[in-house]
């Protein structure tokens, strides 16, 4: 996405591409949509995709394909055994992050169910710039404890640090000192840094840590989902790399790690995964684990169609226009909102537009899931379906007690070259009510908690009437039928 330059004002964020295939979308008036906020037991991921105008839940999977995918999709080679397509995602692996040995994967979290099946042991230790919600349940269910050691001021909403994803070295250092090389499972590092607002890491950051790990022999491993974005910013605000091609930096950071893992959903823009391996003896040591939970070694699961369209994704995924809509996209609605006074995460990150719900409805305790409240809040009030990223994307301490998360999100993802700018202008003016009515906004709690990743499939009620008061409010203002 080049600075297209306008005549009359500032340049604004530009599609370049072209909408060739359209889904019709609905808008529900918002009586009904209460009454199916009620039906989800107040989760979103509990509504029906037909119940929703603005589907903001993630960038996973719900990318737009470009022709050239759609048009690898009617080549594929049928095999359960050695299919053709198989051997093209892999040389389109090798070439692009440099490593000779692949083992396929349905999504990202199978692949960390492999990674933590292989390291992870009762009482290791995984060390990681911030931990995702998927990797760290394999990790704990297998007796394992994962350790957060990004820098301090990545948890801290507003800054002007341009790398808010990276680990900080001392606390790096001091933690295997403290825990003891041998009770290391691996060390993590995840670009894009999901959970902290979608905050890239700097490629010195990747440099310098996996040195340290290397120094101690400790295994490296790149959660590389997010990679897309975390290497736009890793052109745009790191000076040194600001004339380096994508590819060239791409390897900068593969070349540091043992291994590399990713959800295809996101990386490549198809429904896949897989981890890329640098060591014989490591690939042979996790083939079984493919071969017994996700299928042949040719598909791991995947279908081959898939892995044709993301062979293709990954090389769009090398190609500044494509990979910086989404991030261009964010920093306009992000400032637009910050303008305006709504508290956001700055700078703006990947993935979506992340809101800090602790301070926009700051009178809800950490207890009543501010940052789950905000996000019903936004379904009831235009139809957006933003995901939650706080509390209730926690798991309970192990006595039961709520763990509180470090950050109250509500996260509006922007699926990479899915929505217009217009659609982005009208979340930017529903957010902007919303705020200027969060006093309405009340607390929620569970009826029914799963004991794992309750925030998928959990049930909550308000803690009051106020979803009846708040949608009052809002059809005053825009009448019945919005
Ligand atoms: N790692 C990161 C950084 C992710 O964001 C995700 C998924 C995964 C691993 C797991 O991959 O879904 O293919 O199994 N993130 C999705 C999201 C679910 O909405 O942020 P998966």
């Not at 040719?298 to 279908?303: K, L, V």
Request: glycine share 8%; with cysteine; proline share 4%.
């Amino acid at each position: 996405m080049p600075a297209i330059k306008f005549y009359d004002h500032e340049p604004i964020p530009m599609e370049m591409h072209k909408v060739k295939i359209v889904q019709q979308l609905n808008l529900l008036p918002a009586e009904e949509r209460l009454s199916k906020m009620r039906k989800a037991g107040f989760n979103t991921f509990k509504l029906h995709n037909g119940a929703i105008f603005m589907d903001m839940l993630t960038d996973s999977g719900v990318n737009a394909m470009s022709d050239k995918m759609l048009a690898g999709m009617m080549m594929p080679d049928d095999a359960y055994a050695g299919s053709e397509s198989f051997y093209r995602m892999r040389a389109k692996l090798r070439e692009i992050f440099g490593m000779k040995y692949c083992l396929p994967a349905h999504q990202g979290r199978a692949c960390e169910n492999i990674l933590a099946l292989r390291f992870v042991k009762p009482g290791s230790c995984v060390i990681m710039n911030y931990h995702f919600t998927t990797a760290k349940a394999h990790i704990t269910r297998l007796g394992g404890r994962v350790e957060e050691l990004v820098k301090d001021e990545g948890l801290v909403s507003n800054s002007d640090l341009p790398f808010k994803g990276d680990i900080d070295l001392d606390k790096l250092e001091a933690c295997i000192e403290r825990e003891g090389v041998e009770n290391i499972a691996f060390m993590r590092l995840e670009a894009g840094t999901n959970l902290i607002g979608g905050q890239p890491v700097s490629v010195q950051n990747f440099k310098d840590a996996c040195a340290i790990a290397r120094k101690h022999g400790i295994i490296s491993v790149l959660d590389a989902s997010l990679l897309q974005d975390n290497l736009y910013f890793n052109k745009t605000r790191e000076e040194k790399y600001k004339d380096v091609p994508i590819r060239t930096i791409t390897r900068e950071i593969a070349d540091q790690f043992d291994i590399i893992y990713f959800s295809a959903r996101k990386f490549g823009f198809a429904r896949g995964g897989g981890i890329m391996i640098r060591d014989r003896e490591l690939f042979h040591s996790m083939e079984d684990m493919v071969t017994m939970y996700e299928g042949f070694l040719t598909y791991g699961g995947m279908s081959v169609r898939e892995m044709e369209a993301m062979t293709v994704g990954f090389d769009e995924s090398m190609e500044m226009d494509v990979i910086s809509q989404g991030p261009q996209f964010i920093q306009y609605c992000v400032d637009r909102l910050d303008e305006y006074g709504v508290p956001m995460i700055t700078p703006g990150g990947g993935l979506g537009a992340h809101i800090d719900a602790s301070r926009f409805v700051s009178h809800i305790p950490q207890s009543e899931y501010p940052a789950g409240a905000l996000t019903c809040a936004l379904y009831l009030c235009g139809g957006i379906r933003g995901m939650e990223r706080g509390t209730l994307s926690e798991e309970r301490n192990p006595d039961g007690s709520e763990r509180f998360a470090s950050m109250e999100l509500v996260r509006l993802a922007l699926p990479r070259r899915v929505f217009t700018l217009s659609q982005v202008e009208y979340v930017i003016d529903r957010v902007k009510w919303v705020y200027d009515h969060r006093h309405l906004i009340g607390g929620l709690r569970f009826i029914h908690e799963p004991a794992t990743l309750r925030f998928f499939t959990g049930k909550l009620e308000a803690t009051s009437d106020w979803p009846e008061r708040l949608v009052a409010a809002y059809k005053e203002e825009f009448g019945d039928d919005q």
